[in-house]
């Protein structure tokens, strides 16, 4: 994933029921970059986010596997 680069989501039937009309109307999407949680117990979260319809998404690591650049639809 690179910062800046547009995404689609390549397989829209793995979505997730509670999300699935934003993610499967949403078109495309810019990757922003990872967005870290660092908790008081030590415990570091990597998630990621992206800028979808307008609106900054956050998305753990395992939505990564569903997009896919958008330069390569073509």
């Known amino acids: 994933m ?3 680069e547009l995404y689609y989501i390549k397989h829209t039937w793995l979505l997730p029921h509670s999300n699935f009309e934003f993610w499967s109307t949403c078109g495309s ?3 922003i970059g990872e967005d870290v ?3 008081s117990d030590g415990v570091t ?3 990621h986010a992206v800028l979808a319809m307008g609106e900054r998404r956050i998305v753990d690591r395992t939505f990564l596997d ?3 650049p958008l ?3 073509r």
Do not use: P
Request: hydrophobic share 45%; charged share 40%.
């Open 29 to 31: 999407m810019m990757y």
């Open 66 to 68: 569903l997009l896919e």
């Open 45 to 47: 979260i990597v998630n």
């Open 71 to 73: 330069d390569e639809k």
């Open 2 to 4: 690179k910062i800046g």
């Open 37 to 39: 949680i660092d908790r």
